[in-house]
């Protein structure tokens, strides 16, 4: 939920416990800017994002922002993953001397970097027969 008023906009998250974690929005960037200066637009999956937390174990207040933070996104099996359904990256990073959190929102595209046809067979053999050479040296 958004609130604006005269000292600036808020952003309001989540409710915990007695509280609620309100943010004020510093400044930001609108999907007219973005595509304006070349960004690729994108329809937000719903697949399980990555999230990353950085620099929220400074204090207990802190750790308990990150936790939140966390906690707004399901969470994800490294073991069961399967690189294609991951398409996102969540990043939220906390810095100390100014007290801000930085949010950011990054696409994941997965595409061939142009590998010799030779050697893009050879990675995609299901095994490699060796018995034909004598020595690898």
């Known amino acids: 939920e958004y609130s604006i008023c005269d000292v600036g906009n808020y952003m309001r998250v989540i409710k915990i416990g007695g509280g609620e974690m309100l943010f004020r929005i510093m400044n930001y960037c609108r999907m007219k800017d973005v595509l304006h200066n070349g960004g690729q637009p994108f329809s937000i999956s719903f697949k399980d994002p990555l999230v990353i937390l950085n620099n929220f ?3 207990t207040q802190t750790r308990m922002i990150g936790r939140g933070l966390q906690e707004m996104f399901p969470p994800i099996n490294p ?3 399967k690189p ?8 939220f990073s906390y810095t100390t001397n100014k007290k801000m959190i930085y949010f950011r929102h990054y696409k994941i595209v997965v595409q061939d970097a ?9 990675i995609t053999q299901k095994s490699l027969d060796m ?3 004598t020595s690898i040296g």
């Open 114 to 122: 142009g590998v010799s046809g030779s050697f893009s067979k050879l």
């Open 84 to 91: 294609d359904r991951l398409k996102r990256v969540v990043c």
């Open 57 to 59: 174990s400074e204090n």
């Open 79 to 81: 073991e069961k993953l």
């Open 131 to 133: 018995s034909k050479f």
